[in-house]
DNA sequence: AACTTACCTGACCAAATGGTCAATTCTTGC
DNA sequence: GCAAGAATTGACCATTTGGTCAGGTAAGTT
Protein backbone atom coordinates (compact mmCIF):
# COMPACT_ATOMS: atom_id res chain seq x y z
CA UNK A 1 0.00 0.00 0.00
CA UNK A 2 1.51 3.48 -1.21
CA UNK A 3 1.41 6.32 1.44
CA UNK A 4 -0.94 9.11 -0.47
CA UNK A 5 -0.60 12.47 1.67
CA UNK A 6 -3.77 14.34 1.48
CA UNK A 7 -1.91 17.93 0.52
CA UNK A 8 1.37 16.61 -0.53
CA UNK A 9 2.21 15.07 -3.72
CA UNK A 10 1.07 11.38 -3.87
CA UNK A 11 1.94 9.18 -6.01
CA UNK A 12 -1.17 7.78 -7.45
CA UNK A 13 -1.12 8.29 -11.22
CA UNK A 14 -4.36 10.16 -11.94
CA UNK A 15 -3.46 12.44 -8.92
CA UNK A 16 0.24 13.28 -10.38
CA UNK A 17 -1.31 13.61 -13.68
CA UNK A 18 -4.32 16.51 -12.36
CA UNK A 19 -1.95 18.25 -10.66
CA UNK A 20 0.57 18.94 -13.15
CA UNK A 21 -2.28 20.05 -15.34
CA UNK A 22 -3.89 22.27 -12.44
CA UNK A 23 -0.50 23.34 -11.84
CA UNK A 24 -0.06 24.25 -15.71
CA UNK A 25 -3.58 26.20 -15.83
CA UNK A 26 -2.62 27.91 -12.45
CA UNK A 27 0.87 29.41 -13.53
CA UNK A 28 -1.20 30.81 -15.94
CA UNK A 29 -4.11 32.70 -14.64
CA UNK A 30 -1.60 33.84 -11.84
CA UNK A 31 0.84 35.38 -14.13
CA UNK A 32 -2.15 37.21 -15.65
CA UNK A 33 -3.83 38.10 -12.37
CA UNK A 34 -2.01 37.86 -9.58
CA UNK A 35 -2.70 35.73 -6.69
CA UNK A 36 -6.24 38.25 -5.26
CA UNK A 37 -6.89 38.87 -8.84
CA UNK A 38 -6.91 35.16 -10.05
CA UNK A 39 -10.14 32.96 -9.66
CA UNK A 40 -10.30 29.36 -8.85
CA UNK A 41 -13.08 29.26 -11.08
CA UNK A 42 -11.39 30.65 -13.97
CA UNK A 43 -8.24 27.94 -13.38
CA UNK A 44 -10.49 25.27 -13.70
CA UNK A 45 -11.74 26.41 -16.95
CA UNK A 46 -8.05 27.04 -17.98
CA UNK A 47 -7.62 23.52 -16.64
CA UNK A 48 -11.12 22.05 -18.17
CA UNK A 49 -11.91 20.40 -14.92
CA UNK A 50 -14.67 21.69 -12.57
CA UNK A 51 -13.80 23.94 -9.30
CA UNK A 52 -14.24 21.34 -6.83
CA UNK A 53 -11.58 19.31 -8.21
CA UNK A 54 -8.84 21.82 -8.02
CA UNK A 55 -10.18 21.85 -4.42
CA UNK A 56 -9.65 18.29 -4.00
CA UNK A 57 -6.26 18.55 -5.30
CA UNK A 58 -4.80 21.43 -3.28
CA UNK A 59 -7.32 22.71 -1.06
CA UNK A 60 -7.03 26.35 -0.98
CA UNK A 61 -6.38 28.79 -3.69
CA UNK A 62 -2.82 29.75 -1.13
CA UNK A 63 -1.94 26.50 -1.01
CA UNK A 64 -2.07 26.07 -4.82
CA UNK A 65 -0.12 29.35 -4.88
CA UNK A 66 2.34 28.20 -3.15
CA UNK A 67 2.85 24.80 -4.98
CA UNK A 68 2.83 26.95 -8.03
CA UNK A 69 5.40 29.30 -6.80
CA UNK A 70 7.32 26.53 -4.84
CA UNK A 71 7.71 25.19 -8.10
CA UNK A 72 9.15 27.93 -10.02
CA UNK A 73 11.44 28.86 -6.88
CA UNK A 74 13.00 25.52 -7.75
CA UNK A 75 13.21 26.39 -11.66
CA UNK A 76 15.01 29.28 -10.96
CA UNK A 77 17.95 28.14 -8.41
CA UNK A 78 18.13 24.65 -11.28
CA UNK A 79 19.14 27.72 -13.49
CA UNK A 80 21.33 29.43 -11.21
CA UNK A 81 23.87 26.20 -10.55
CA UNK A 82 25.48 27.96 -13.97
CA UNK A 83 28.57 30.23 -13.30
CA UNK A 84 31.53 28.41 -11.41
CA UNK A 85 34.45 29.52 -10.62
CA UNK A 86 37.78 29.34 -12.83
CA UNK A 87 36.25 29.23 -16.53
CA UNK A 88 37.00 32.01 -19.02
CA UNK A 89 34.76 34.98 -18.09
CA UNK A 90 33.26 35.94 -21.54
CA UNK A 91 32.39 32.72 -22.47
CA UNK A 92 30.52 31.89 -18.63
CA UNK A 93 28.75 35.72 -18.95
CA UNK A 94 27.52 34.75 -22.40
CA UNK A 95 26.33 31.21 -21.65
CA UNK A 96 24.67 32.57 -18.59
CA UNK A 97 23.05 35.03 -20.55
CA UNK A 98 21.48 32.58 -23.50
CA UNK A 99 20.35 30.47 -20.22
CA UNK A 100 18.60 32.93 -18.98
CA UNK A 101 16.72 34.21 -22.06
CA UNK A 102 16.13 30.40 -22.91
CA UNK A 103 13.86 30.63 -19.69
CA UNK A 104 12.38 33.66 -20.20
CA UNK A 105 11.35 32.35 -24.02
CA UNK A 106 10.22 29.25 -23.00
CA UNK A 107 9.06 29.82 -19.29
CA UNK A 108 7.23 33.49 -19.20
CA UNK A 109 4.31 32.94 -17.40
CA UNK A 110 6.87 31.41 -14.59
CA UNK A 111 8.88 34.67 -15.34
CA UNK A 112 5.48 36.63 -14.92
CA UNK A 113 4.32 34.92 -11.58
CA UNK A 114 7.45 35.61 -9.97
CA UNK A 115 7.37 39.62 -11.19
CA UNK A 116 4.13 39.89 -9.55
CA UNK A 117 5.01 37.98 -6.46
CA UNK A 118 8.06 41.27 -6.33
CA UNK A 119 5.81 43.85 -7.33
CA UNK A 120 3.14 43.13 -4.40
CA UNK A 121 6.49 43.29 -2.11
CA UNK A 122 7.06 39.43 -1.96
CA UNK A 123 5.02 38.17 1.05
CA UNK A 124 5.73 34.96 0.36
CA UNK A 125 8.86 34.65 -0.97
CA UNK A 126 11.15 37.00 0.81
CA UNK A 127 12.54 34.04 2.94
CA UNK A 128 13.74 32.66 -0.29
CA UNK A 129 15.30 36.30 -1.49
CA UNK A 130 16.87 36.41 1.89
CA UNK A 131 17.93 33.01 1.35
CA UNK A 132 18.97 31.29 -0.87
CA UNK A 133 18.98 34.07 -3.78
CA UNK A 134 21.39 36.35 -1.66
CA UNK A 135 23.88 33.99 -0.78
CA UNK A 136 23.92 32.82 -4.66
CA UNK A 137 24.56 36.56 -5.04
CA UNK A 138 27.12 36.58 -3.37
CA UNK A 139 28.83 33.72 -4.10
CA UNK A 140 28.75 34.77 -8.17
CA UNK A 141 29.54 38.04 -7.10
CA UNK A 142 32.58 36.78 -5.49
CA UNK A 143 33.61 34.91 -8.65
CA UNK A 144 33.28 37.95 -10.40
CA UNK A 145 35.97 39.93 -8.43
CA UNK A 146 38.16 36.86 -8.37
CA UNK A 147 38.21 37.52 -12.33
CA UNK A 148 39.10 41.40 -11.40
CA UNK A 149 41.35 40.46 -9.13
CA UNK A 150 43.18 37.59 -12.03
CA UNK A 151 43.22 40.66 -14.32
CA UNK A 152 40.92 38.49 -16.55
CA UNK A 153 38.51 41.14 -16.96
CA UNK A 154 38.01 45.03 -16.17
CA UNK A 155 36.39 46.06 -12.86
CA UNK A 156 33.06 46.19 -12.40
CA UNK A 157 30.26 46.54 -9.69
CA UNK A 158 29.70 42.71 -9.50
CA UNK A 159 26.42 42.85 -7.69
CA UNK A 160 24.84 45.29 -9.78
CA UNK A 161 25.74 43.49 -12.91
CA UNK A 162 24.43 40.68 -11.92
CA UNK A 163 21.20 42.22 -11.06
CA UNK A 164 21.02 43.99 -14.73
CA UNK A 165 21.83 40.98 -16.20
CA UNK A 166 18.77 40.00 -14.68
CA UNK A 167 16.57 42.96 -15.24
CA UNK A 168 17.96 42.71 -19.07
CA UNK A 169 16.93 38.88 -19.60
CA UNK A 170 13.61 39.32 -17.63
CA UNK A 171 12.44 42.06 -19.25
CA UNK A 172 11.70 40.23 -22.34
CA UNK A 173 9.47 37.97 -20.93
CA UNK A 174 7.74 39.90 -18.01
CA UNK A 175 6.88 42.98 -20.48
CA UNK A 176 7.07 41.35 -23.76
CA UNK A 177 4.12 43.20 -25.20
CA UNK A 178 5.55 46.67 -24.72
CA UNK A 179 8.26 45.29 -26.70
CA UNK A 180 6.71 43.75 -29.50
CA UNK A 181 4.39 46.78 -29.60
CA UNK A 182 7.28 48.94 -30.22
CA UNK A 183 8.81 47.03 -32.59
CA UNK A 184 5.66 46.44 -34.49
CA UNK A 185 5.41 42.49 -33.91
CA UNK A 186 1.59 42.02 -34.32
CA UNK A 187 1.56 38.14 -33.12
CA UNK A 188 4.24 38.79 -30.16
CA UNK A 189 7.79 38.64 -30.01
CA UNK A 190 9.71 35.88 -32.57
CA UNK A 191 12.80 33.43 -32.02
CA UNK A 192 14.79 35.89 -33.90
CA UNK A 193 13.84 38.61 -31.78
CA UNK A 194 15.14 37.04 -28.91
CA UNK A 195 17.95 35.99 -30.81
CA UNK A 196 18.92 39.72 -31.40
CA UNK A 197 17.88 40.69 -27.59
CA UNK A 198 20.39 38.04 -26.62
CA UNK A 199 23.10 39.48 -28.69
CA UNK A 200 22.77 42.91 -27.65
CA UNK A 201 22.50 42.00 -24.09
CA UNK A 202 26.12 40.31 -24.48
CA UNK A 203 27.36 42.63 -25.82
CA UNK A 204 26.61 45.58 -23.46
CA UNK A 205 27.47 42.90 -20.46
CA UNK A 206 30.85 41.49 -22.57
CA UNK A 207 31.99 45.48 -23.15
CA UNK A 208 30.87 46.80 -19.36
CA UNK A 209 34.23 43.69 -18.48
CA UNK A 210 36.21 45.01 -21.08
CA UNK A 211 35.83 41.76 -22.59
CA UNK A 212 34.63 42.52 -26.34
CA UNK A 213 37.06 44.52 -28.57
CA UNK A 214 34.52 47.55 -29.11
CA UNK A 215 34.23 47.86 -33.51
CA UNK A 216 36.26 50.66 -35.11
CA UNK A 217 33.77 53.65 -35.16
CA UNK A 218 32.27 54.15 -38.90
CA UNK A 219 34.77 57.61 -39.37
CA UNK A 220 38.00 57.20 -37.41
CA UNK A 221 38.69 60.93 -37.05
CA UNK A 222 38.89 60.76 -32.67
CA UNK A 223 41.16 59.58 -30.81
CA UNK A 224 40.63 55.55 -29.51
CA UNK A 225 38.51 55.93 -26.17
CA UNK A 226 39.57 53.13 -24.45
CA UNK A 227 42.90 52.21 -22.21
CA UNK B 1 -21.15 79.71 -13.08
CA UNK B 2 -18.07 77.04 -13.55
CA UNK B 3 -18.42 74.47 -15.76
CA UNK B 4 -17.67 70.95 -13.85
CA UNK B 5 -18.61 68.24 -15.60
CA UNK B 6 -19.43 64.90 -13.66
CA UNK B 7 -16.46 62.35 -14.81
CA UNK B 8 -13.80 64.89 -15.76
CA UNK B 9 -11.48 67.26 -13.67
CA UNK B 10 -14.13 69.82 -12.89
CA UNK B 11 -12.27 73.09 -10.95
CA UNK B 12 -14.12 72.60 -8.08
CA UNK B 13 -11.54 73.34 -4.74
CA UNK B 14 -12.86 70.15 -2.89
CA UNK B 15 -13.43 68.19 -5.75
CA UNK B 16 -9.82 68.61 -7.36
CA UNK B 17 -8.42 67.80 -3.73
CA UNK B 18 -10.75 64.87 -3.20
CA UNK B 19 -9.70 63.60 -6.98
CA UNK B 20 -6.12 63.55 -6.25
CA UNK B 21 -6.05 61.87 -2.99
CA UNK B 22 -8.13 58.99 -3.86
CA UNK B 23 -6.15 58.73 -7.16
CA UNK B 24 -3.28 58.66 -4.90
CA UNK B 25 -4.10 55.72 -2.97
CA UNK B 26 -5.40 53.90 -5.75
CA UNK B 27 -1.95 54.16 -7.28
CA UNK B 28 -0.91 51.96 -3.99
CA UNK B 29 -3.53 50.15 -4.26
CA UNK B 30 -3.23 49.15 -8.24
CA UNK B 31 0.26 49.10 -7.63
CA UNK B 32 -0.01 46.06 -4.86
CA UNK B 33 -2.87 44.15 -6.41
CA UNK B 34 -3.18 44.84 -9.88
CA UNK B 35 -7.04 45.80 -10.94
CA UNK B 36 -8.44 42.69 -10.65
CA UNK B 37 -7.11 42.23 -7.47
CA UNK B 38 -7.86 45.83 -5.86
CA UNK B 39 -11.00 46.18 -4.31
CA UNK B 40 -13.34 49.88 -4.27
CA UNK B 41 -12.97 49.03 -0.35
CA UNK B 42 -9.40 49.30 0.55
CA UNK B 43 -9.37 52.08 -1.98
CA UNK B 44 -11.21 53.87 0.32
CA UNK B 45 -9.93 52.68 2.84
CA UNK B 46 -6.60 54.21 1.91
CA UNK B 47 -7.88 57.08 1.27
CA UNK B 48 -9.66 57.39 4.23
CA UNK B 49 -12.45 58.57 2.82
CA UNK B 50 -16.23 55.86 2.79
CA UNK B 51 -16.70 53.97 -0.61
CA UNK B 52 -19.70 55.91 -1.82
CA UNK B 53 -17.13 58.98 -1.89
CA UNK B 54 -14.94 57.04 -4.24
CA UNK B 55 -17.91 56.32 -6.68
CA UNK B 56 -19.19 59.58 -6.77
CA UNK B 57 -16.38 60.80 -7.61
CA UNK B 58 -15.11 58.54 -10.09
CA UNK B 59 -18.22 56.02 -10.86
CA UNK B 60 -16.39 52.92 -11.84
CA UNK B 61 -13.50 51.05 -10.70
CA UNK B 62 -12.88 51.05 -14.34
CA UNK B 63 -12.80 54.82 -14.83
CA UNK B 64 -10.68 55.21 -11.74
CA UNK B 65 -8.19 52.94 -12.69
CA UNK B 66 -8.22 54.67 -16.46
CA UNK B 67 -7.63 57.56 -15.03
CA UNK B 68 -4.61 56.60 -13.44
CA UNK B 69 -2.81 55.15 -15.50
CA UNK B 70 -3.79 57.82 -18.05
CA UNK B 71 -1.72 60.27 -15.40
CA UNK B 72 1.19 57.85 -15.02
CA UNK B 73 1.08 57.64 -19.27
CA UNK B 74 1.82 61.57 -19.12
CA UNK B 75 4.25 61.50 -16.30
CA UNK B 76 6.13 58.51 -18.27
CA UNK B 77 5.35 60.83 -21.96
CA UNK B 78 6.70 63.97 -20.31
CA UNK B 79 10.32 61.97 -19.10
CA UNK B 80 10.24 61.58 -22.67
CA UNK B 81 11.20 64.38 -23.91
CA UNK B 82 14.60 64.50 -23.06
CA UNK B 83 16.79 63.58 -25.49
CA UNK B 84 17.67 65.77 -28.57
CA UNK B 85 19.34 65.93 -31.27
CA UNK B 86 22.71 67.29 -31.88
CA UNK B 87 23.68 66.87 -27.75
CA UNK B 88 27.09 65.66 -26.95
CA UNK B 89 25.90 61.43 -26.23
CA UNK B 90 27.93 60.56 -23.65
CA UNK B 91 26.35 63.61 -21.43
CA UNK B 92 22.73 63.17 -23.23
CA UNK B 93 22.67 59.15 -21.77
CA UNK B 94 23.71 59.71 -18.35
CA UNK B 95 21.13 62.52 -18.03
CA UNK B 96 18.38 60.83 -19.42
CA UNK B 97 19.58 57.48 -17.27
CA UNK B 98 19.17 59.80 -13.99
CA UNK B 99 16.16 61.38 -15.08
CA UNK B 100 14.76 57.99 -14.80
CA UNK B 101 16.32 56.55 -11.82
CA UNK B 102 14.70 59.48 -10.48
CA UNK B 103 11.92 58.17 -11.16
CA UNK B 104 11.82 54.65 -10.17
CA UNK B 105 12.97 55.96 -6.61
CA UNK B 106 10.08 58.33 -6.31
CA UNK B 107 7.34 57.26 -8.23
CA UNK B 108 7.77 53.51 -7.48
CA UNK B 109 4.14 53.40 -7.69
CA UNK B 110 3.11 53.94 -10.54
CA UNK B 111 6.08 52.40 -12.32
CA UNK B 112 4.58 49.27 -10.58
CA UNK B 113 1.09 50.05 -11.94
CA UNK B 114 2.30 50.24 -15.20
CA UNK B 115 4.15 46.87 -14.67
CA UNK B 116 1.26 44.91 -14.04
CA UNK B 117 -0.40 46.46 -16.69
CA UNK B 118 2.37 44.87 -19.30
CA UNK B 119 2.03 41.69 -17.30
CA UNK B 120 -0.93 41.22 -18.36
CA UNK B 121 -1.01 41.63 -21.81
CA UNK B 122 -1.81 45.82 -21.49
CA UNK B 123 -5.15 45.42 -22.03
CA UNK B 124 -6.20 48.96 -21.40
CA UNK B 125 -2.63 50.48 -22.86
CA UNK B 126 -1.80 48.91 -26.21
CA UNK B 127 -2.75 52.03 -28.37
CA UNK B 128 -0.59 54.26 -26.52
CA UNK B 129 2.55 51.39 -26.96
CA UNK B 130 1.73 51.04 -30.47
CA UNK B 131 1.61 54.54 -30.86
CA UNK B 132 3.81 57.44 -28.92
CA UNK B 133 5.99 54.93 -27.53
CA UNK B 134 6.65 53.38 -30.22
CA UNK B 135 6.80 56.83 -32.27
CA UNK B 136 9.19 58.04 -29.39
CA UNK B 137 11.58 54.88 -29.70
CA UNK B 138 12.26 55.24 -33.32
CA UNK B 139 13.07 58.84 -33.00
CA UNK B 140 15.36 58.34 -30.26
CA UNK B 141 16.93 55.07 -32.21
CA UNK B 142 17.50 57.56 -35.27
CA UNK B 143 19.31 59.82 -33.09
CA UNK B 144 21.56 57.38 -31.44
CA UNK B 145 22.00 55.67 -35.20
CA UNK B 146 22.93 59.46 -36.44
CA UNK B 147 25.24 59.71 -33.60
CA UNK B 148 27.11 56.21 -34.37
CA UNK B 149 27.09 57.45 -37.94
CA UNK B 150 29.48 61.02 -37.57
CA UNK B 151 31.32 58.70 -35.20
CA UNK B 152 30.55 59.99 -31.70
CA UNK B 153 29.97 56.68 -30.37
CA UNK B 154 30.47 52.99 -31.52
CA UNK B 155 27.70 51.28 -33.17
CA UNK B 156 25.09 49.57 -31.31
CA UNK B 157 22.05 48.09 -31.61
CA UNK B 158 20.07 51.73 -30.87
CA UNK B 159 16.51 49.97 -30.43
CA UNK B 160 17.80 47.14 -27.61
CA UNK B 161 19.68 49.71 -25.83
CA UNK B 162 17.09 52.12 -25.16
CA UNK B 163 14.75 49.02 -24.26
CA UNK B 164 17.66 48.08 -21.99
CA UNK B 165 18.22 51.39 -20.34
CA UNK B 166 14.34 50.81 -19.04
CA UNK B 167 14.94 47.32 -18.37
CA UNK B 168 17.67 48.47 -16.05
CA UNK B 169 16.27 51.87 -14.51
CA UNK B 170 13.15 49.96 -13.87
CA UNK B 171 13.80 47.15 -12.28
CA UNK B 172 15.00 48.84 -9.18
CA UNK B 173 11.15 50.70 -9.08
CA UNK B 174 9.71 47.21 -9.62
CA UNK B 175 11.01 44.93 -7.45
CA UNK B 176 13.05 47.16 -5.35
CA UNK B 177 12.58 44.34 -2.53
CA UNK B 178 14.49 41.73 -4.32
CA UNK B 179 17.12 43.74 -3.91
CA UNK B 180 16.64 45.01 -0.77
CA UNK B 181 16.42 41.23 0.22
CA UNK B 182 19.59 40.76 -1.54
CA UNK B 183 21.60 43.73 -0.25
CA UNK B 184 20.37 43.27 3.06
CA UNK B 185 18.80 46.60 3.25
CA UNK B 186 16.24 45.43 5.81
CA UNK B 187 14.29 49.39 5.87
CA UNK B 188 14.26 48.89 2.09
CA UNK B 189 16.76 50.96 -0.43
CA UNK B 190 18.15 54.09 0.18
CA UNK B 191 19.44 57.07 -1.59
CA UNK B 192 23.26 55.74 -1.59
CA UNK B 193 21.82 52.51 -3.13
CA UNK B 194 19.88 54.53 -6.10
CA UNK B 195 23.22 56.42 -6.62
CA UNK B 196 24.96 53.58 -7.04
CA UNK B 197 22.92 51.61 -9.50
CA UNK B 198 22.81 54.94 -11.42
CA UNK B 199 26.40 54.86 -11.67
CA UNK B 200 26.11 51.25 -12.67
CA UNK B 201 24.20 51.80 -15.40
CA UNK B 202 25.81 54.79 -16.57
CA UNK B 203 28.66 52.37 -16.91
CA UNK B 204 27.50 49.57 -18.80
CA UNK B 205 26.00 52.22 -20.79
CA UNK B 206 28.67 54.25 -21.99
CA UNK B 207 30.92 51.71 -21.90
CA UNK B 208 28.71 49.71 -24.61
CA UNK B 209 28.75 52.99 -26.55
CA UNK B 210 32.46 53.23 -26.25
CA UNK B 211 32.02 56.41 -24.62
CA UNK B 212 33.61 55.46 -21.11
CA UNK B 213 37.28 54.80 -21.17
CA UNK B 214 37.86 51.36 -19.39
CA UNK B 215 39.76 51.39 -16.02
CA UNK B 216 42.76 49.44 -16.27
CA UNK B 217 42.57 46.02 -15.19
CA UNK B 218 44.82 44.97 -11.78
CA UNK B 219 47.27 43.18 -13.35
CA UNK B 220 48.48 44.52 -16.64
CA UNK B 221 49.45 41.50 -17.53
CA UNK B 222 47.57 41.50 -20.71
CA UNK B 223 47.47 43.04 -23.98
CA UNK B 224 44.61 45.83 -24.36
CA UNK B 225 41.49 44.64 -25.13
CA UNK B 226 39.84 47.23 -27.41
CA UNK B 227 40.75 48.23 -30.80
C1' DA C 1 -16.72 -10.89 -7.28
C1' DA C 2 -16.15 -8.35 -3.32
C1' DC C 3 -14.07 -4.72 -1.08
C1' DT C 4 -11.38 -0.77 -0.28
C1' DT C 5 -9.61 3.39 -1.58
C1' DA C 6 -8.94 7.10 -4.82
C1' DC C 7 -11.32 10.14 -7.59
C1' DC C 8 -15.20 13.09 -9.19
C1' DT C 9 -18.61 16.83 -9.11
C1' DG C 10 -23.36 19.24 -8.85
C1' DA C 11 -25.41 21.76 -5.48
C1' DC C 12 -24.87 24.62 -1.95
C1' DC C 13 -23.24 28.46 1.42
C1' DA C 14 -21.30 32.54 3.82
C1' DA C 15 -18.52 36.33 2.87
C1' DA C 16 -16.80 39.82 -0.09
C1' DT C 17 -17.35 42.78 -3.96
C1' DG C 18 -18.75 46.61 -7.26
C1' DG C 19 -22.15 49.54 -7.49
C1' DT C 20 -26.68 52.35 -6.27
C1' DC C 21 -29.54 55.60 -3.95
C1' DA C 22 -32.05 58.62 -1.10
C1' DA C 23 -31.54 61.47 2.63
C1' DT C 24 -28.60 64.84 4.64
C1' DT C 25 -25.05 68.32 5.27
C1' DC C 26 -21.79 71.66 3.44
C1' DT C 27 -20.30 75.63 0.08
C1' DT C 28 -20.77 79.36 -2.38
C1' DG C 29 -22.45 83.17 -5.30
C1' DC C 30 -25.62 86.64 -4.77
C1' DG D 1 -28.99 84.84 4.87
C1' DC D 2 -30.67 82.07 1.43
C1' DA D 3 -31.28 79.36 -2.58
C1' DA D 4 -28.94 76.00 -5.62
C1' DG D 5 -25.78 73.09 -6.56
C1' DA D 6 -21.86 70.16 -4.60
C1' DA D 7 -20.37 66.86 -1.39
C1' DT D 8 -21.23 63.10 1.93
C1' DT D 9 -22.49 58.60 3.41
C1' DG D 10 -25.17 54.63 5.71
C1' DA D 11 -27.92 51.23 4.10
C1' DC D 12 -28.84 48.33 0.64
C1' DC D 13 -28.51 44.98 -3.50
C1' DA D 14 -27.18 41.57 -7.12
C1' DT D 15 -23.26 39.03 -8.33
C1' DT D 16 -19.00 36.77 -7.65
C1' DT D 17 -15.88 34.38 -4.85
C1' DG D 18 -13.45 30.70 -2.07
C1' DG D 19 -14.69 26.81 -0.07
C1' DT D 20 -17.66 22.58 1.54
C1' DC D 21 -20.02 18.31 1.23
C1' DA D 22 -22.68 14.36 0.29
C1' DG D 23 -23.41 11.07 -2.82
C1' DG D 24 -21.63 9.09 -6.46
C1' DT D 25 -18.14 6.47 -10.04
C1' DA D 26 -13.76 4.42 -11.35
C1' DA D 27 -9.55 1.72 -10.14
C1' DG D 28 -6.88 -1.44 -7.88
C1' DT D 29 -6.26 -5.56 -4.63
C1' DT D 30 -7.26 -9.89 -2.90
Known amino acids: MQDISTDGNGQGRIRQENEKRIMKAAE???AQN???GATTASIAEEAGL?????????GTKAKLYRAVVDDIVALWLSSFREITANDDPASTLADYIRAKMDLSRTRPEASRVFANELIRGAPRIKPYLEGDLKDWVESKAAILDMWVEQGKMAPVDSKRLIFHIWAMTQTWADFEVQWASVLGRQDGLQDADFDKATDAIISTVLRTCGLLPLPSRRHATEMPLTV
Open 50 to 58: PKANIHYYF
Open 28 to 30: KVF
Open 34 to 36: GFR
